[in-house]
């Protein structure tokens, strides 16, 4: 491989990652703005920047989804955030994208993306959970978690379906889907 065409892979990968990183930040901010509906659950979101969070997933190797939750998590605290709330996406986010990762190894005959959307959205709640606790100094925070997991199995359902559509229906990340899964070890630039 020459070196100008492993600096274009490079460029081509970077700029992939900014857009989706951009576009998770997008719709973090926008999702602040939608009021929650449900008085019972006070706080709760439903997590639509998590569908960038799949997508990565299926498309990129490992170190550049990190990479992009790290960028997301720290571009929306700056623009809109504090520090407690970056605590919490970061406690969620990550817990949710290492237990995506792990049921996503069972591989597509054993569990889909809605299923690996549905644990992601559960587990969310729960690393969000867990950093309330630790800042609270307390493990009642622990019993908001039943309310919450419904809400973020639904809404990662939700979430799957519309990954699964955009697999479907989005040429490029079909492209890019398949690439990823024929290649999964190759080295990137």
Avoid: C
């Avoid at 602040?32 to 019972?40: D, Q, V, Y």
């Avoid at 979101?45 to 990565?56: E, Q, R, S, W």
């Avoid at 587990?123 to 039943?146: D, E, K």
Wanted: without cysteine; charged residues 10%; proline residues 4%.
């Amino acid at each position: 491989m020459n070196k100008s065409y492993a600096l274009s892979n490079r460029i081509h990968r970077n700029i992939y990652i900014s857009l989706l990183v951009a576009q998770g930040v997008i719709i973090g901010i926008l999702e602040r703005l939608i009021p929650f509906p449900f008085a019972f659950a006070p706080g709760a979101k439903l997590g639509l920047a998590n569908l960038i969070t799949i997508v990565a997933i299926f498309t990129l190797p490992l170190r550049d989804v990190i990479t992009l939750t790290w960028l997301r998590l720290i571009l929306t605290a700056l623009i809109g955030g504090t520090l407690s709330t970056f605590l919490y996406s970061f406690g969620g986010a990550f817990l949710s994208l290492f237990a995506m990762l792990l049921v996503k190894q069972l591989g597509p005959k054993r569990v889909s993306i809605i299923g690996i959307s549905a644990t992601g959205g559960a587990m969310h709640n729960v690393g969000q959970l867990l950093m309330a606790s630790l800042i609270a100094q307390t493990w009642t925070v622990m019993l908001y978690l039943p309310i919450l997991s419904i809400i973020g199995i639904a809404a990662g359902i939700a979430l799957g379906i519309a990954a699964n559509y955009l697999f479907t229906h989005v040429t490029i990340l079909n492209y890019l889907r398949f690439n990823h899964e024929q290649h999964p070890s190759q080295k990137k630039e």
